[in-house]
């Protein structure tokens, strides 16, 4: 599977040429913020410098995938052809490793029939081929490290010894500094696996220790960096402010208020330059949490729409987003139906898989809604469609 699976993601590279990036705007569409910073990186300008020109530190984007463009721009060079095909290289095989943990997940929970079906699903369907094979972003690499967490969560249940615990420390603290929204799942797992564990009489105690000073210990040199750049404590990332006000302020419609982006808006931009980025991101939080306190009505209004496009995708214009927006709510739908089929049954895992529905997209909802940001979980959405329409086949059979 593995091994079909990044055959045929490296072909659609060659074949389409995704790897063939405009080089308008100094070829920002290059990775965007993460090649921005990536370059400096590259430049020995340190992790500064998101958006045009130098503005100095940064802690816009987790580090993890910025340090990836970079060394592969020290490699191969900064924003060329070769640089943009090892980098989707790179992305294809993280989306092609990912049918590993899909396999086990669906073998423990549902069963060998949809184990096969899901992996094989993930292997071959054009959206999880598009989004690694069209972006130098972290979207892939998010999505295989979330699925082998999620799975050892699962393995947690039954295994003995410390070594699976300093795993699934090591593992969310990548994920962390991977992309940290995936973060409001970390309780939910944690707890999953101690009350499971205990159910069986198993102690956890030590491990839940071990597990917490290796997450702890793999965050550290980057808070320490951040606190010692900016003269503050910043947990991993600094932009929630102001990813807060481009969901939230006058005009906003529950989409993402991209006109109002330093890296579209020329006055936010200067404005960044001349206060740094701590004290942009302070004044453009204030700004949403000002508008948000003036009409709570509406801010909730916003959230559910935010809620709405999260699961049947952001709005858009023509056919081809009427497409996609269908897929999407296609996909919810058999998703949810699965979910609440497992939760029947009590299938295992079935707590974890609604945890993770319910908890990762929240802080989404508060803030705005784009394609790429449901992908980290799309393995586990997968498996849940396919025992779903395997139940229903099975049924229909019967």
């Not at 958006?51 to 592969?72: K, M, N, Q, S």
């Not at 990548?174 to 309780?187: D, E, G, V, W």
């Not at 105690?205 to 900016?230: D, I």
């Amino acid at each position: 599977m593995v091994l079909f699976a990044v055959i045929l993601r490296l072909a659609y590279m060659v074949i389409a040429h995704t790897y063939r990036f405009k080089g308008f705007d100094d070829n920002f569409g290059f990775g965007f913020e993460m090649g921005r910073i990536g370059r400096s990186l590259a430049l020995g300008q340190g992790f500064s410098n998101p958006f045009d020109g130098i503005t100095g530190p940064t802690a816009w984007e987790p580090p993890l995938y910025p340090f990836v463009v970079a060394g592969v721009f020290k490699i191969f060079g900064i924003y060329t052809l070769l640089s943009a095909f090892v980098l989707l290289s790179i992305n294809s095989l993280c989306s092609a490793l990912t049918c590993i943990p899909i396999f086990l997940i669906g073998k423990r929970c549902f069963g060998e029939r949809v184990a096969v079906w899901s992996a094989w699903g993930w292997g071959v369907l054009p959206p999880v081929i598009f989004w690694s094979t069209r972006y130098v972003w972290e979207t892939s690499l998010a999505a295989l490290v979330l699925a082998l967490i999620f799975g050892m969560t699962l393995a947690l249940e039954n295994t003995n010894g410390l070594v699976p615990w300093f795993l699934f420390g090591f593992l969310w603290g990548i994920l962390a500094l991977t992309n940290t929204s995936l973060l409001a799942f970390l309780p939910a797992s944690g707890l999953w696996a101690w009350y499971r564990r205990a159910k069986n009489g198993k102690r956890s105690v030590a491990g839940v220790l071990l597990a917490c000073a290796v997450f702890a210990a793999s965050l550290a040199p980057w808070l320490f960096r951040s606190y010692r750049v900016f003269g503050q404590f910043i947990f991993i990332r600094s932009n929630f402010g102001a990813e807060l006000r481009l969901g939230n302020g006058p005009g906003a419609n529950g989409t993402w208020m991209d006109y109002l982006h330093p890296t579209k808006n020329a006055e936010q931009l200067d404005l960044y330059r001349q206060v740094g980025e701590t004290a942009y991101v302070a004044q453009r939080s204030r700004e949403a949490v000002a508008f948000i306190r003036a009409d709570y009505a509406r801010f909730i209004d916003l959230s559910m729409k935010r809620f709405v496009y999260f699961w049947t995708g952001p709005p858009g214009a023509g056919s081809s987003s009427l497409t996609a927006n269908f897929l999407y709510l296609a996909s919810s739908l058999l998703a949810i139906c699965g979910l609440g089929l497992a939760l029947r049954k009590q299938r295992p895992g079935a707590w974890l898989f609604f945890w993770l529905v319910v908890l990762y997209p929240l802080g989404y909802y508060f803030t705005f809604v784009l394609p790429r940001y449901r992908h980290p979980i799309e393995p586990e959405l997968l498996i849940l469609i396919v025992y779903f329409i395997s139940e229903m086949q099975f049924r229909r059979a019967s």
